[in-house]
């Protein structure tokens, strides 16, 4: 489960980044509404790659529910590519496109939280 200790360092890094973007360069750029959308994934990314982190971690306690556990992190990692994703996309270029993909995300999130409560139970 290294790789999610590897994907979950690395977004919480690239969250980072584009929050410190955001911040700097795209305040004069972005309407105050777009700007809301763009912050909203920014922090959104953050705390998914912490559960990133968190799932490698519990990968080795919860070693009865290994594959419920490799499930939740690749839902949560699926999540912040279409969630963040979606909505860095639709606040950087106003295409409304990339709208519908954001709950797909959500859904993913979602997925990958309660397979993480069923690996715990199990």
Same mark, same amino acid.
Not at 25 to 30: D, H, N, V, W, Y
Not at 87 to 100: D, E, H, Q, V
């Given at each position: 489960?290294k790789i999610f =200790?590897l =994907?979950?360092?690395l ?6 980044a =584009?929050?410190a973007f ?6 004069a750029?972005?309407t105050p509404?777009?700007?809301?959308? *763009?912050?909203t994934g920014v922090? *959104?990314h ?5 559960? &990133?982190? &968190?799932i490698?971690v ?10 419920l556990?490799n499930?939740?992190? /690749?839902?949560i990692f699926i999540? %912040?590519?279409?969630?963040?994703g979606?909505?860095y ?5 106003g295409?409304k %496109?990339?709208g519908? %993909?954001?709950p797909?995300g959500?859904v993913?999130?979602?997925?990958? /939280? %309660?397979?993480?409560?069923i690996?715990a139970?199990?």
């Amino acid at each position: 489960m290294k790789i999610f =200790l590897l =994907l979950g360092s690395l977004n919480a890094f690239l969250s980072v980044a =584009l929050g410190a973007f955001g911040a700097h360069a795209l305040k004069a750029k972005l309407t105050p509404d777009k700007l809301d959308v *763009y912050q909203t994934g920014v922090h *959104y990314h953050m705390i998914h790659a912490i559960a &990133l982190i &968190l799932i490698a971690v519990l990968s080795d306690k919860l070693t009865n529910s290994s594959a419920l556990v490799n499930a939740s992190g /690749w839902a949560i990692f699926i999540g %912040i590519i279409l969630f963040s994703g979606s909505l860095y996309a639709l606040s950087l270029t106003g295409l409304k %496109i990339f709208g519908p %993909i954001t709950p797909l995300g959500g859904v993913s999130f979602l997925v990958g /939280w %309660i397979l993480l409560a069923i690996a715990a139970m199990k």
